[in-house]
């Protein structure tokens, strides 16, 4: 019979397997995922045993077995020989190595690798966009900072993402993203009592705009909020398509509109593709912790 071991421990953030200091990255529950992000508030960090940082392995001693007497010439002979091949090796090397004979070097597609997009200051924990008035969580050190150009929604920008696909079928970057900016004109935006209404027509903007088509939508949430004391909507969705040449086929995504006193309210939008659904706890952790400047 086939024996069963210890069940894996539970999808959540562990310490991260690399030993980063400081950071955590998400176990699936048979796997981790390639994003991590700093431990601290909001994010329920979970440990196991069986998922602890590894630690360098020490150097353990090794025992020559004990030989009776009749054995000790053989093994003289053994050592002997076993020094002799390793002066010969030695001298090999060194007459390779002035012959000219490159020696092996990590590999530099690996060693000049380059960051996706700018990357934020170090000891940064949070984003702050003074144009939009608000602040929220910064994720980790696998997302850069906002650096792709406008979108329609906003009249300025900040934010973070990654990039999950790099060239799809209309020669454009797939990203997941945690962004923000003052709302535009032309969403119907005239005041608080038509937070829902501007934030309906928005998420009918982007769902045409920046997904692959058709595609079909399912409300997770459509809510009124209060943010830092502020009026706020809320419209979270699960989109799913079926394109050829996209590695995803649906996005987790989150649209918040607050009414920050200033003209044009202050947008927060969130995507997330499936391939990445590991992550779709970082709407609410992003959403729980939006403060008004």
């Known amino acids: 019979m086939t024996g069963t071991g210890p069940p894996n421990p539970s999808p959540g953030w562990y310490p991260d397997p690399d030993g980063a200091p400081g950071q955590v990255r998400w176990w699936s529950g048979t796997a981790w995922a390639d994003v991590t992000t700093p431990a601290g508030p909001g994010v329920p960090v979970q440990r196991s045993p069986l998922l602890a940082p590894s630690r360098p392995a020490t150097a353990r001693p090794v025992m020559a077995p004990a030989t009776s007497s009749g054995s000790a010439p053989r093994t003289g002979w053994v050592v002997a020989f076993s020094v002799l091949g390793l002066v010969v090796a030695v001298v090999a090397a060194l007459l390779l190595g002035r012959s000219g004979t490159p020696e092996k070097v990590a590999d530099p597609t690996v060693a000049s690798q380059s960051p996706a997009g700018p990357t934020f200051a170090p ?46 079928p209309d020669n454009q970057k797939f990203i997941a993203q945690c962004t923000s900016g003052p709302l535009a004109e032309g969403y119907g935006w005239a005041g608080a009592p038509t937070l829902q209404a501007t934030v309906t027509n928005i998420g009918n903007a982007v769902r045409s705009e920046y997904y692959p088509g058709p595609n079909d939508r399912k409300v997770m949430r459509e809510e009124p909020r209060t943010v830092d004391g502020h009026a706020a909507y809320l419209l979270e969705f699960q989109l799913s398509w079926d394109v050829l040449g996209y590695d995803a086929t649906g996005e987790r995504a989150a649209l918040l509109l607050i009414d920050t006193g200033r003209p044009a309210p202050a947008l927060l939008y969130i995507s997330i593709p499936n391939t990445h659904a590991e992550l779709y706890g970082v709407i609410d952790q992003v959403i729980e912790d939006v403060d008004v400047l």
């Not at 984003?127 to 329609?152: C, H, M, N, T, V």
Request: proline letters at 2%.
């Open 123 to 168: 000891g940064t924990v949070r984003i702050f966009d003074r144009q939009a008035g608000i602040s929220y969580p910064y994720l980790g050190s696998s997302w850069y900072e906002w650096s792709l150009g406008g979108q329609q929604e906003f009249t300025s920008m900040a934010g973070q993402f990654f990039t999950t696909q790099e060239v799809t």
